[in-house]
């Protein structure tokens, strides 16, 4: 492999699709505001801001699209309130493969939060009352479970005691209840149906527990919840729109990444109720709504590009192309260069060229077109002959929740992901017409 080929795989591997963290914040991180539309502010900036200046505890949500930067956002918010000022205790929930992928509830959700600050405790050696942990232990315990701890500890000894030893149950305790209700077994089920009543007892114990962290820390807490958008959509919509009122009820600054299609819903005006005006991210305007590039959007993922590589790695016209087909969206610009860059490690090209960027997006705009479903069909044809005007109807709220449709500039316009646009001008048969 020579030095050309070890910088593709270089490439390769720096522009994984995901959120950036810890060092590779500083390193990487790239201000995209002004590409978004009327904002000067970065999203982390404005989120920090309300927390700092709020005369109570904060309710904020951070709306965008899947791949739209929300978790990079995030993680820069809980480096700015570690780093800048002494007085707040960020704990970030990534709720990835932590509740279960086919369907969740609020309750899931907070035995999760429950979990993650018993972790957080556990983390920063604080000490809690004895009294504390039986509330929590209580909370916790239900009929199912103790049958099963009944099963598990039979015929076995234990030489733990004292506060610690019980301290260790609780975090062995709800790390293994989290983990139950997010196997989707008829455990998880038998779980939810106990706690379902409990639930005051538990936001009551939960709060109780938030106290006492600040109390000790002489920090605020500040709960950031991230990662719902990549559950199935019913269960995100019931969450936010019929059940948010359990999740309000946390006495601490709570920070949520809401999926942009939820906001659009007809059950959106509840959130308005229990947040504070939303911080919006509409994708990166990198082209018009004519179909031109936009010269601004562009040019802030060229710089965004070039923290991580050399624009030299790319034959020319290659990067520009990639641009376009993201349609603004910075995971998939990064799926773009990370899959280009080793289909030509692969084609044995000392640089990503466009032949092994259309080998790429040959594959990616068919899978981007399946997740549209047939009977949306008629909305799809009226956008890609040239409606973008943002619609609130079901259509909308569906294809914009499965990415297939983008908005930018705050609602100012849609349009199709530039993949389905491009299977569509392929393919003039896949829509029935």
């Known amino acids: 492999m020579n030095a050309k080929q070890s910088q593709l795989i270089e490439i390769f591997n720096a522009f994984k699709p995901e959120a950036l963290r810890d060092d590779d914040l500083l390193r990487y991180y790239q201000s995209t505001a002004m590409g978004r539309g009327d904002y000067e502010l970065e999203q982390h900036d404005t989120l920090f801001n309300r927390i ?12 965008g699209h899947l791949g739209c930067g929300k978790s990079t956002e995030l993680h820069m918010l809980v480096n700015k309130l570690s780093n800048e000022l002494d007085n707040y205790q960020p704990i970030i929930i990534e709720t990835k493969e932590r509740l279960n992928p086919g369907s969740f509830t609020y309750i899931d959700l907070l035995i999760l939060i429950v979990n993650i600050l018993i ?5 920063k050696n604080i000490d809690l009352d004895e009294s504390l942990i039986d509330a929590i232990e209580e909370a916790l315990s ?8 009944t099963r598990g500890v039979k015929g076995q000894a234990t030489a733990e005691f004292g506060l610690k030893a019980k301290f260790a149950s609780i975090l062995r305790g709800s790390a293994s209840v989290s983990a139950s209700m997010s196997a989707g077994s008829e455990l998880s089920r038998e779980l939810r149906r106990e706690y379902e009543p409990k639930m005051k007892e538990i936001l009551d114990a939960l709060n109780v527990l938030i106290r006492d962290v600040e109390r000790q820390q002489g920090k605020e807490v500040v709960l950031i919840i991230d990662g719902l958008e990549k559950y199935r959509q019913e269960s995100v919509l019931k969450l936010f729109t ?26 959106a005006y509840n959130l308005n109720i229990h947040f504070a005006p939303p911080t919006i991210m509409p994708m990166i305007s990198t082209q018009n709504p004519d179909g031109t590039p936009n010269e601004l959007g562009v040019s802030i993922v060229k710089d965004l590009v070039a923290k991580r590589t050399s624009i030299e790695n790319f034959e020319d016209g290659v990067l520009e192309k990639i641009i376009a087909y993201a ?22 090209r000392e640089a990503v060229d466009m032949e092994s960027l259309k080998s790429v997006v040959n594959k990616l705009d068919y899978l981007y077109f399946l997740r549209i479903e047939e009977k949306y069909y008629e909305t799809v044809k009226r956008i890609y002959k040239g409606d973008t005007e943002p619609r ?7 294809l914009m929740y499965a990415g297939t449709v983008l908005e930018y500039n705050h609602e100012k316009w849609v349009n199709l992901h530039p ?6 001008d392929n393919h003039p048969r896949c829509l029935g017409d």
């Open 327 to 348: 349609g603004g969206s910075l995971r998939d610009t990064c799926l773009l260069v990370s899959e280009s860059a080793f289909a030509a490690f692969e084609r044995n």
């Open 119 to 123: 972790e957080h405790i556990d983390e």
């Open 419 to 424: 993949l389905v646009r491009r299977y569509i």
């Open 242 to 267: 019929e059940d948010i009122n359990a999740i309000v009820g946390i006495g601490a600054h709570l920070v949520m990444a809401c999926p942009i299609a939820v906001l659009r819903s007809s059950g």
């Open 142 to 149: 239900t009929k199912k479970l103790e049958e099963n701890k």
């Open 392 to 398: 609130h109807n079901p259509d909308y709220f569906e």
């Open 52 to 63: 700092v200046h709020s005369p109570s505890t904060a309710r904020l949500l951070i709306v």
